[in-house]
């Protein structure tokens, strides 16, 4: 759906000139993480000095997250804790999926119905009484209470995604291999799931996200220094009291930001199927 | 490539089936067990039972359960350590006393409803003009999505850090531009600072909107566009009567998303403001969390979050009834 434009002077009004500012607000936060994670404190803690450059470059405040933080350690609790709940949450949300699409049974579509209302329960409604199961299991404090807790909210995702993208595999593809003599779960694992591949890329990689950003959960049921992920050990550890230590809060946002932009760029494509996916059904 | 990644799942739904069925089944010799199990999983209601079995486990334990607990926590005077009684209604007595709580219920609704309205508007005006063909077109809609994934609370750390009280970047520029003499404190008053909230919240939602929003234009036919202008029918006029009707439907559901989610936001809020200053900003998400998590009432806690749950009934409801009517 081209446009066509009459002049350029109208073009800039209504075109090129709202598109430049809105990236330029969408990215500015980003230049300001960058920048404060480089300017000396000198600079950073003085009104006079123009805070948008340094002529004084330094990766002090990185040198301090990495010697005097546990940062490397959040940086490691958050890859394996997304990674294990992507992966359950990818299993599970592959079998329900292919079940719901593709299996005749009674209670098919009140299930489905079921499984995309979860999908709308947010954290918040239910983070108090979790903190009472994770106990009771004996999981406060560890991993485990987020890896396990996490899918609640992937799950539902999941299957609801992929549920969409085996409906528009073929039927047939399948029944000709259970023709020839194929088992439906053989038909099922050697047939229907390699086709599914794109829509699991997509999913996990958005459950990726999600899990490596989740805040209220881990905040919760994650409470030892050691045990925590990057978006709560930099929220937590480096604000002490009432003083803030930008230069490294900002270095560290930068860093926990970075790998799941770096995800999200591979596979931009995957990325927006989800994201779309998600609210198309 | 693709079988490699397919294998595990193969054994491990096997070896579930396989551990699943004996229970019912009389024992019988393994390789006789093994064709046994294979004939039932031929059945599609047994196969399905197997294949949606991990789903239901997790969410019967971890959403249904504290669903049901958290009910009985709001009805309970529960303290940290100590088991809770029966005590009725009393929580949502206290609630409806409680000045901070009304406020945070005001706040919950203003920053919903101000935010979707102008995340939907930003939005679109962004989806328009992605819909443009334009050099770097691709990396400028990459970046546009990246407020979105980013972790909320590192960007809005970010955000704190621009609205600091000293060294805010907005109060410097204003201030060499000659606009104020005196600093602005972004957060230190209880309206200036949800207007602020709003302000990231928008920021980081308008994203998710314009390419949802894009992918929906995307589908429109540009002929019906071509049809309309030979019918004389203005720019504005296009837009209102043949783009605005034909993506309606997956407007609607961004929007009832976004509400949701928006409605039930905690992180934000309790990153840049922690309800401050003097309790002015609380939402639900984060007077529930300070009642349960700081001061160690849980039955409180959770009498607060469950306000949540009629907004949330009446929005699935919409959804579901929605999704019905258009298959």
């Given at each position: 759906m081209a446009v066509r434009y009459g002049g350029p002077l109208k073009r800039a009004v209504t075109f090129q000139i709202p598109l430049v500012l809105m990236v330029g607000v969408t990215l500015f936060p980003f230049y300001w993480m960058v920048i404060t994670s480089i300017r000396p404190d000198l600079e950073l803690y003085n009104v006079r000095a123009n805070p948008f450059f340094t002529l004084h470059p330094t990766l002090a405040h990185f040198q301090y997250l990495f010697d005097l933080t546990m940062f490397p350690r959040w940086a490691w609790n958050t890859l394996f804790i997304a990674t294990v709940s992507t992966g359950?949450?990818?299993f599970c949300g592959l079998l329900a999926g292919y079940a719901l699409a593709r299996l005749q049974f009674r209670w098919a579509a009140p299930l489905g119905t079921l499984i995309f209302v979860t999908y709308l329960v947010p954290p918040t409604l239910l983070f108090i009484p979790l903190g009472d199961?994770?106990?009771a299991f004996g999981l406060g404090d560890t991993p485990w209470a987020v890896i396990l807790t996490y899918p609640t909210f992937l799950i539902p995702f999941c299957t609801w995604l992929l549920m969409g993208y085996f409906k528009t595999i073929p039927r047939e593809i399948e029944e000709c291999a259970r023709i020839d003599g194929a088992s439906r779960i053989r038909a099922m694992v050697s047939i229907s799931f390699p086709l599914a591949v794109p829509g699991i890329l997509s999913a996990g990689i958005f459950a990726f996200t999600l899990s490596w950003n989740e805040f209220l959960y881990a905040l919760v049921f994650l409470s030892s220094p050691q045990q925590k992920t990057i978006p709560i050990g930099v929220f937590t550890e480096l604000v002490?009291?009432?003083?803030f230590y930008w230069g490294p809060l900002m270095a560290g946002a930068l860093l926990g930001s970075i790998?799941?932009?770096?995800?999200?760029?591979?596979f931009v494509e995957h990325y927006v199927t989800a994201l779309t996916g998600a609210v198309k059904g | 490539m693709a079988d490699q990644r397919i294998e595990p799942v193969l054994a491990e739904s096997a070896s579930r089936g396989a551990s699943a069925i004996p229970a019912a089944a009389p024992p019988i010799p393994a390789r006789g067990r093994a064709v046994r199990i294979g004939q039932l999983l031929e059945r599609e209601h047994v196969l399905a039972c197997v294949l949606l079995a991990p789903t239901l486990l997790i969410l019967t334990l971890f959403i249904a359960y504290p669903f049901l607990l958290g009910i009985w926590l709001a009805v309970s005077d529960k303290v940290v350590g100590r088991p809770g009684n029966f005590i009725g209604l009393e929580n949502f007595r206290v609630n409806l006393n409680d000045t901070i709580f009304l406020r945070a219920f005001q706040n919950t609704f203003v920053y919903t409803f101000i935010a979707t309205i102008l995340k939907l508007t930003l939005g679109m005006l962004a989806a328009l003009l992605l819909n443009h063909h334009f050099r770097f077109k691709r990396i400028v809609r990459a970046s546009m999505l990246l407020p979105w994934i980013v972790p909320t609370v590192l960007s809005t750390l970010a955000w704190q850090w621009m609205f600091d009280a000293t060294f805010s970047v907005f109060n410097w520029v204003l201030m060499n531009v000659g606009l104020i003499s005196k600093r602005i404190l972004w957060l230190g008053d209880g309206t200036l600072a949800m207007g602020c909230l709003i302000a990231v919240n928008v920021w980081r939602g308008t994203p998710f909107f314009a390419i949802t929003l894009l992918a929906g234009l995307q589908?429109?036919?540009?002929?019906?566009?071509?049809a309309a202008e030979i019918d004389?029918?203005?720019?504005?006029?296009?837009f209102w009567r043949v783009t605005l009707p034909l993506i309606k439907p997956i407007m609607l559901v961004v929007v009832l998303f976004s509400m949701i989610a928006t409605f039930a936001d905690f992180q934000l809020i309790y990153v840049l403001t922690r309800g401050g200053p003097y309790s002015s900003t609380h939402v639900f998400g984060t007077y529930a969390y300070e009642l349960a998590m700081r001061a160690a009432k849980l039955g409180q806690g959770a009498s607060i979050s469950l306000f949540l749950f009629p907004f949330l009934l009446v929005v699935i409801v919409f959804q579901?009834?929605?999704i019905r009517r258009s298959d």
């Open positions: 359950i949450s990818l199961v994770v106990k002490r009291g009432d003083v790998p799941v932009a770096l995800v999200y760029s591979l | 589908t429109v036919n540009p002929d019906l566009h071509e004389g029918a203005n720019a504005w006029q296009r579901l009834w929605y």
